[in-house]
């Protein structure tokens, strides 16, 4: 089993910034992908980004130059950075996963957090 710890959600204004970290841990061979999805009110779960194993950023639509993403394969970490909100941000933001858990796990094994609401108003 993956555990993927979230922090960094909560209340912020229009036009502030947010900045999110999930950390991964337990059974892991190898993390070929660890980025950030996001869930709006009314509306499908979209990807924000994911990193590669080979530190190659794969971007949502619409998503490139708002936010940032960093992988740090030391920590099994990735972060999210995103300025300049806008209440259309608000949603439910998941860590994401894509794991080997074992040298046999070729395929890799995705795995979720729990999600960390973050609410953009005044």
């Known amino acids: 089993q993956v555990q993927l710890e979230e922090s960094g959600g909560g209340w912020v204004l229009p036009g502030g910034s947010l900045g999110l970290s999930c950390t991964a841990s337990?059974?892991?061979?190898?993390?070929?992908?660890l980025g950030w999805y996001r869930q709006r009110p009314g509306k499908e779960r979209e990807l924000v980004a994911r990193?590669?194993?080979?530190?190659?950023?794969e971007w949502g639509d619409n998503m490139k130059g708002r936010f940032t993403v960093v992988r740090d394969n030391r920590k099994n970490s990735v972060s999210l950075q995103g300025n300049g909100l806008k209440p259309d941000d608000t949603a439910v933001y998941y860590c994401?996963?894509?794991?080997?858990?074992?040298?046999?796990?070729?395929?890799?094994?995705?795995?979720w957090g729990k999600g960390t609401l973050v609410t953009v108003s005044s």
């Open positions: 994401y996963a894509h794991v080997a858990i074992n040298a046999a796990d070729r395929l890799g094994t995705e795995f």
């Open positions: 337990g059974s892991i061979y190898n993390i070929y992908l």
């Open positions: 990193v590669t194993s080979i530190d190659m950023t």
